[in-house]
């Protein structure tokens, strides 16, 4: 028998925590386009009144949310992440965030998690284009715990959000700590030397780089980025203070993604310190192989963003 644990995906433990909500309050409604999960199935056999299915129709199924918004109820919807997102943008734009309304936008496939399936179905735009929209709450997390937290936090909050996920096998980050995901960013590991600052499946990257970075004798922080929009900004302030050198890591293209989201920052607040995006440079991927093949020839990998902060940090010497 294999000894392998078994993990859970972050959907999957959002919907488990989901459905608890959903049981204690039959005013809450989830609409999901042409997407199932085992996890989904108790929804619409126990809660059939408060599951409904659009197929593959993202737009009506922003319609329908609204409309049910509007008639008070709190909304969830569920889709391939960039089909609910770039696919619905001018609906999300002016019927959710204009109208402020309490609906959450699920999206599962952030980065290239449906790697083989080229640039129709990666979503590495999705920060950029969503953070742009006044109004809307962006959550990003890197673990199913993390996932399983934002149900709550997020069925409370009245506000409109946007929930990206990563797809299943991703290891546990958060096993055995007692932390307040509700803050918007964790610091996973102290350092004194370098700040990684990492979003969604990049924050597992960053922990491997800390690694590889420890044998060179540089201790890196690294700090989980779950929320994106709004940023806790006085907490990451403090997070980032004692270190002249930020390295902000995502699966997402440079041109305002996280990175650009953290330079901002950094420069709204007048801080002088060095700062490494790292992540997607301006290109569509047609690469197959899957997702390390992906990381590897674009310097993702943990070898190539190894090699590119040691030789970033030796120029300023």
């Given at each position: 028998?294999?000894?392998?644990?078994?993990?859970?995906?972050?959907?999957?433990?959002?919907?488990?925590?989901?459905?608890?909500?959903?049981?204690?309050?039959?005013?809450?409604?989830?609409?999901?386009?042409?997407?199932?999960?085992?996890?989904?199935?108790?929804?619409?056999?126990?809660?059939?009144?408060?599951?409904?299915?659009?197929?593959?129709?993202?737009?009506?199924?922003?319609?329908?949310?609204?409309?049910?918004?509007?008639?008070?109820?709190?909304?969830?919807?569920?889709?391939?992440?960039?089909?609910?997102?770039?696919?619905?943008?001018?609906?999300?734009?002016?019927?959710v965030c204009a109208m402020n309304l309490p609906i959450v936008n699920v999206g599962i496939g952030a980065?290239?998690?449906?790697?083989?399936?080229?640039?129709?179905?990666?979503?590495?735009?999705?920060?950029?284009?969503?953070?742009?929209?006044?109004?809307?709450?962006?959550?990003?997390?890197?673990?199913?715990?993390?996932?399983?937290?934002?149900?709550?936090?997020?069925?409370?909050?009245?506000?409109?959000?946007?929930?990206?996920?990563?797809?299943?096998?991703?290891?546990?980050?958060?096993?055995?700590?007692?932390?307040?995901?509700?803050?918007?960013?964790?610091?996973?590991?102290?350092?004194?030397?370098?700040?990684?600052?990492?979003?969604?499946?990049?924050?597992?990257?960053?922990?491997?780089?800390?690694?590889?970075?420890?044998?060179?004798?540089?201790?890196?922080?690294?700090?989980?980025?779950?929320?994106?929009?709004?940023?806790?900004?006085?907490?990451?302030?403090?997070?980032?203070?004692?270190?002249?050198?930020?390295?902000?890591?995502?699966?997402?293209?440079?041109?305002?993604?996280?990175?650009?989201?953290?330079?901002?920052?950094?420069?709204?607040?007048?801080?002088?310190?060095?700062?490494?995006?790292?992540?997607?440079?301006?290109?569509?991927?047609?690469?197959?192989?899957?997702?390390?093949?992906?990381?590897?020839?674009?310097?993702?990998?943990?070898?190539?963003?190894t090699r590119r902060i040691l030789k970033w940090l030796d120029k300023a010497k």
């Amino acid at each position: 028998m294999s000894t392998t644990p078994f993990i859970i995906g972050m959907r999957d433990a959002f919907f488990d925590e989901l459905y608890k909500r959903f049981a204690a309050d039959r005013n809450a409604v989830f609409i999901s386009a042409d997407n199932g999960a085992p996890t989904l199935d108790k929804f619409s056999s126990d809660l059939p009144g408060q599951f409904f299915t659009v197929g593959i129709a993202e737009q009506q199924l922003i319609g329908m949310a609204c409309g049910m918004a509007c008639e008070g109820r709190k909304v969830y919807t569920y889709a391939i992440a960039p089909f609910v997102t770039l696919r619905c943008i001018e609906q999300v734009k002016l019927d959710v965030c204009a109208m402020n309304l309490p609906i959450v936008n699920v999206g599962i496939g952030a980065g290239y998690a449906y790697d083989i399936m080229g640039p129709s179905h990666h979503t590495v735009e999705d920060i950029s284009m969503m953070r742009a929209l006044p109004n809307l709450v962006i959550y990003s997390p890197c673990d199913s715990i993390s996932a399983a937290a934002l149900a709550s936090i997020t069925f409370d909050d009245p506000r409109p959000q946007y929930v990206r996920f990563d797809r299943s096998g991703i290891p546990d980050m958060y096993t055995g700590r007692k932390e307040n995901f509700a803050d918007g960013l964790v610091l996973v590991q102290p350092g004194k030397d370098i700040a990684l600052v990492a979003t969604g499946v990049m924050v597992h990257q960053a922990m491997r780089v800390a690694s590889v970075l420890a044998t060179k004798g540089l201790k890196a922080r690294v700090i989980d980025l779950i929320r994106l929009k709004p940023i806790n900004r006085q907490l990451l302030l403090k997070h980032l203070c004692g270190v002249s050198c930020v390295v902000t890591m995502e699966e997402h293209l440079l041109a305002g993604g996280m990175g650009s989201a953290v330079a901002e920052l950094l420069m709204d607040e007048g801080l002088s310190k060095r700062l490494l995006r790292i992540g997607q440079d301006d290109r569509f991927t047609f690469d197959y192989g899957g997702r390390d093949v992906i990381w590897e020839k674009y310097g993702m990998d943990v070898r190539g963003v190894t090699r590119r902060i040691l030789k970033w940090l030796d120029k300023a010497k």
